[in-house]
């Protein structure tokens, strides 16, 4: 029998989180990106390991595979931007988290953000002229920053995928894979 590959193999996704993020929206993404072949590390400005949410409850820690003032978007194929409230409230407000998603957004790498991940676009300058959606509560900031909103449980607009909750998961994981399978075939040829 012939060893088959995996539709991500050999691509690299920076999962970029602070504390406060919501557990699920990194995790989830995460195995769904593992068990299509990707290789994926934890890039936060924070050193050691970071706390997840399970809503307004701290949960589990993580350990930071890439402080990010080592980190390089070159040596990444794509983004990955979780929610909650308090991680990218942190993240859109740090200067070096700022300038790595502006790196992916002017490369023109596949970003995937969920729920308040959005936030960091607007100040990396990742939205306007885009569709997306987010937790309702964003709205009126991304309108702001010239995106359109959508109430929809995914949107994929030009290198971008959206969700706006936890129970968007699986139509967010089934959509970020093949978005990231796209541009990973892509730069294979």
């Given at each position: 029998?012939?060893?088959?590959?995996?539709?991500?193999?050999?691509?690299?996704?920076?999962?970029?989180?602070?504390?406060?993020?919501?557990?699920?929206?990194?995790?989830?993404?995460?195995?769904?990106?593992?068990?299509?072949?990707?290789?994926?590390?934890?890039?936060?400005?924070?050193?050691?390991?970071?706390?997840?949410?399970?809503?307004?409850?701290?949960?589990?820690?993580?350990?930071?595979?890439?402080?990010?003032?080592?980190?390089?978007?070159?040596?990444?194929?794509?983004?990955?931007?979780?929610?909650?409230?308090?991680?990218?409230?942190?993240?859109?407000?740090?200067?070096?988290?700022?300038?790595?998603?502006?790196?992916?957004?002017?490369?023109?790498?596949?970003?995937?953000?969920i729920c308040h991940g959005p936030w960091t676009l607007i100040n990396a300058d990742g939205v306007k002229g885009r569709k997306l959606t987010s937790w309702p509560s964003l709205r009126a900031?991304?309108?702001?920053?010239?995106?359109?909103?959508?109430?929809?449980?995914?949107?994929?607009?030009?290198?971008?995928?959206?969700?706006?909750?936890?129970?968007?998961?699986?139509?967010?994981?089934?959509?970020?894979?093949?978005?990231?399978?796209?541009?990973?075939?892509?730069?294979?040829?």
């Amino acid at each position: 029998m012939p060893i088959t590959s995996s539709s991500l193999d050999g691509m690299k996704v920076a999962i970029l989180v602070s504390d406060g993020f919501e557990q699920a929206e990194m995790t989830e993404p995460r195995k769904a990106l593992e068990s299509a072949g990707a290789e994926t590390q934890v890039v936060s400005p924070l050193d050691g390991s970071v706390r997840g949410w399970k809503h307004l409850e701290p949960a589990d820690t993580f350990e930071v595979d890439v402080p990010l003032k080592n980190a390089n978007a070159d040596d990444f194929d794509a983004l990955l931007l979780p929610g909650g409230v308090v991680n990218p409230d942190a993240l859109r407000i740090n200067q070096k988290a700022v300038a790595f998603v502006r790196a992916f957004v002017e490369s023109g790498k596949p970003i995937a953000a969920i729920c308040h991940g959005p936030w960091t676009l607007i100040n990396a300058d990742g939205v306007k002229g885009r569709k997306l959606t987010s937790w309702p509560s964003l709205r009126a900031d991304l309108m702001n920053a010239g995106a359109t909103w959508i109430d929809k449980e995914v949107v994929v607009d030009s290198g971008l995928v959206t969700s706006r909750r936890p129970d968007d998961l699986p139509a967010f994981n089934r959509e970020m894979t093949k978005l990231f399978e796209l541009a990973h075939e892509a730069a294979l040829h």
